[in-house]
Structures are given as structure tokens and as C-alpha cells.
């Protein structure tokens, strides 16, 4: 997170910071996100968050639908950062990658 949001102030790209783990997370942004990205993407399977959860409630993570639910419970599930535009979403930061995005 921290070195997105470096990178973005260094190359002077405008951006607004949702710290969804304090400020909330909507259905709404959620569903967005998985228009572009599989579920698969957004919910991060190495983490702590997901380690921690029963192995059933792990199981019952099958599709876009209940990784959301899952995702709406425990948004430090999802993989950050998550950076979204009119365009497209993504997910994770590389220089290589947000040089890419924002044609740099």
C-alpha cells in the first residue's frame, strides 16, 4: 500500500486513498471490482486474515457470490491495493505494472 501511494505522489498521478478497512467497503464497490477482476484475484489466500478462518468457512468460497460475502465480513481478506479507475481495476502494485496503467 505504502509503496503505491509513494509512487503515485512521485509521478504526480491524482488519486483518492479508501482505506477500506477503516472507512467501510460497499456491496457496490464490490461488485465492481468483480466485474473486472475474478474473485479469485481480489481474495488473498496467503494472508493471515484468510489462514485464520475455519477450514468449512474457507470451503463455502466457491464463487463470486460468496467471496464477496466473505470479503463484505473480512475486507482484510482482499488483496491490496486494489486500484480502480473509469476503465478497469487492479490489483497489487509493480512499478513495471502501474508504469503500464497509467502509460508512463
Known amino acids: 500500500m505504502k509503496k503505491a501511494r509513494v509512487w503515485l505522489a512521485d509521478q504526480q498521478q491524482d ?3 479508501h482505506d477500506f ?3 467501510g467497503l460497499t456491496s457496490g464497490t ?3 471490482w468483480l466485474q473486472h477482476l475474478g474473485w479469485e484475484v481480489l481474495v488473498n489466500k496467503k494472508g493471515t486474515t484468510w489462514r485464520g478462518l475455519p477450514d468449512e468457512r474457507k470451503a463455502a468460497v466457491t464463487d463470486a457470490a460468496s467471496a464477496a460475502a466473505l470479503m463484505l465480513e473480512f475486507p482484510s481478506v482482499i488483496k491490496r491495493p486494489v486500484l480502480q479507475n473509469a476503465e478497469a481495476c487492479h490489483v ?3 512499478d513495471a505494472q502501474y508504469r503500464q496503467i497509467f502509460k508512463l
Open 15 to 17: 488519486f483518492v486513498f
Open 92 to 94: 497489487g502494485f509493480s
Open 21 to 23: 478497512k477503516k472507512q
Open 30 to 32: 464490490v461488485e465492481a
